[in-house]
């Protein structure tokens, strides 16, 4: 999942709320909008975790294990906010 797809999926929570709050929006269709974000949230780390995973297994199969260390102390952290 990309960025662009976790920003709209934040838009649309924002925006289900405001219209409820407001009247013109269900609980129900509040409630998909957050369900949806947590999907978008949970396949993001999700991908993250397999790519970790088979990195590890490649390094492991290469000999070159050590720079799996090296690699997670460069690498960025998945925002998931």
């Known amino acids: 999942m990309t960025d662009s797809s976790l920003k709209l999926a934040k838009e649309n929570v924002r925006l289900r709320e405001k219209s409820f709050s407001e009247g013109l929006s269900t609980s129900l269709e509040m409630v998909d909008a957050e369900l949806f974000l947590a999907g978008i949230k949970t ?13 590890s297994q490649l390094l492991v199969l290469s000999g070159d294990s050590g720079l799996f260390i090296t690699m997670a102390q460069q690498g960025r952290k998945v925002e998931n906010e």
């Not at 396949?43 to 990195?55: D, P, S």
């Open 43 to 55: 396949e993001r780390l999700n991908v993250a975790y397999m790519y970790i995973q088979k990195l």
